[in-house]
């Protein structure tokens, strides 16, 4: 007989929700950095700016997408240890992988 079904009661649902949150809060950012990466091979081939003027841009660029992957690498994190915690509880869960 299969093992019965765990209801999750409120702090399950609280973990829960914070998880969605996160996963939602990480694919937003997987996107914005996308567009940044997509700007930046832009500024790349670019030939009407300066090799100077493209460095800036590159930099700044390259700078934000560090931020977004540091946030994301935070949120990924938590989403893991919410992961742990529901396991620990005997909650199935399918792993996060990005």
Do not use: C, H
């Amino acid at each position: 007989m299969p093992p019965r079904r765990l209801q999750p009661n409120s702090a399950v649902k609280r973990l829960l929700d914070r998880r969605d949150k996160l996963e939602t809060l990480f694919f937003d950012l997987l996107e914005v950095n996308k567009v940044r990466y997509a700007a930046w091979n832009e500024i790349e081939q670019d030939d009407e700016i300066t090799e100077r003027t493209r460095e800036r841009r590159l930099a700044a660029i390259d700078n934000k997408i560090a931020v977004t992957e540091d946030r994301m690498s935070v949120y990924k994190d938590e989403i893991e240890e919410i992961n742990a915690t529901l396991v620990e509880r005997g909650y199935g869960v399918e792993p996060f992988d990005r």
